[in-house]
């Protein structure tokens, strides 16, 4: 029997050096991608035992959350994306976050958080002394355990601390992660799945692979974080509540997720971009490109070709536009204003290619200028 959290790891390595397609579906946990030039292709599953906690999820320097991997630690208010100011303790002055307030210190979206108390999206408060797990629930912290890292303790409210299994929730002494079907065929590419029913699809699971370049990456999370380095030949990336990740594609593109950062380097393709909360980052569209969110901010580096749809509830709009085409713009905001800075760049020659521009926001500012 080998204690989960000791770092038992399961290797999987195929021979490949053609791009294939990446199948993964898990309840919980994040994916990593990387694609590059290579003969093989390797897999790597590990429990995480501490679930939202800050080992399984990617940090910001400084070792905070970073996106939308929230965490659980009962001392803050936490929402999608970073941590806003630690709640209120009497006795205690207020200790601001530089990261923001998002909702506000002790409200929540659905009203107010008392202090010391979490808050974890889709769940509800957290109270003091407990953190949350996916698919487990509450959990209590264990006692006398230090902080978090890149967190501080506040005088007055429970300390941040390594999760241990709620009541009635499986004691996973053993990982079983053979349960995990691992199989690799050049025709059908790679599926990696765990059986429905299984303890483990509760458990949050970490799942990085290297596969040739131009691979077609189907990454798929009931919650957790996916991510794609390299050039994909197509992707579709999908989770229920976490931040997602694509460095390039060359075809198709869909990125989906409930409450979390979109984030992507170069879309060549016709692409569909959506978050029900969260901000939507892109560096250069050259294809058919729709950005949707319901509440926050949608930021492209540069619209080179094709088309653009950016559309936000309640969030700013930034577009950089570049020089040498034509822009088609049909721009829009409820509350906020529309500014337009496309005069300052070089007039587009002659026949050069047209790009069209829609942008629409309930509240917020849209600002159109030259790409840098």
């Known amino acids: 029997m080998v204690a989960l959290g000791t770092g038992v790891v399961r290797r999987e390595v195929f021979s490949c050096v053609r791009p294939v397609r990446l199948g993964v579906e898990l309840g919980s946990g994040g994916i990593r991608a990387r694609l590059a030039e290579g003969p093989e292709l390797v897999v790597e599953v590990r429990p995480e035992p501490r679930g939202y906690g800050h080992g399984a999820w990617p940090v910001e320097p400084d070792g905070s959350p970073r996106g939308d991997a929230w965490g659980w630690q009962p001392e803050y208010d936490w929402q999608p994306g970073r941590m806003p100011q630690v709640p209120p303790v009497p006795g205690v002055p207020p200790v601001p976050s530089p990261y923001g307030q998002g909702w506000g210190a002790g409200q929540g979206p659905h009203g107010p958080i008392p202090p010391g108390h979490g808050y974890v999206p889709g769940f509800g408060t957290v109270p003091p002394g407990h953190g949350y797990v996916p698919g487990h629930g509450l959990v209590p912290t264990a006692p006398g355990t230090s902080s978090a890292p890149g967190t501080s303790s506040v005088p007055g409210t429970a300390p941040a601390a390594e999760a241990v ?21 050049p025709e059908g590419g790679l599926r990696v799945a765990l059986p429905h029913g299984h303890p483990l699809w509760a458990t949050a699971l970490t799942v990085d692979i290297t596969a040739p370049a131009l691979s077609r990456p189907h990454l798929r999370t009931g919650s ?7 050039t994909a030949a197509t992707a579709h990336l999908r989770t229920g509540a976490g931040s997602l990740d694509l460095q390039r594609a060359e075809g198709e593109a869909e990125l989906d997720t409930g409450t979390g950062s979109v984030s992507v380097g170069r879309l060549a393709g016709a692409a569909r971009l959506r978050t029900g909360s969260g901000s939507i980052d892109v560096g250069t569209v050259e294809g058919e490109v729709s950005a949707h969110t319901g509440t926050g901010r949608i930021s492209v580096g540069s619209l080179a070709a094709g088309s653009l749809e950016a559309v936000t509830t309640s969030g700013e709009i930034r577009v950089g536009v570049s020089d040498g085409v034509i822009p088609d713009v049909d721009a829009h905001s409820g509350a906020g204003g529309v500014r337009d800075d496309l005069s300052d760049g070089s007039a587009p020659r002659t026949g050069a290619p047209r790009v069209r521009l829609r942008a629409r926001t309930g509240s917020g500012r849209v600002w159109i200028t030259r790409a840098v």
Do not use: M
């Open 224 to 230: 957790g974080f996916v991510s794609v380095t390299g």
């Open 165 to 185: 299994p709620a009541a009635g929730a499986p004691a996973f002494t053993d990982p079983g992660l053979d349960a995990i079907e691992i199989s690799f065929s």
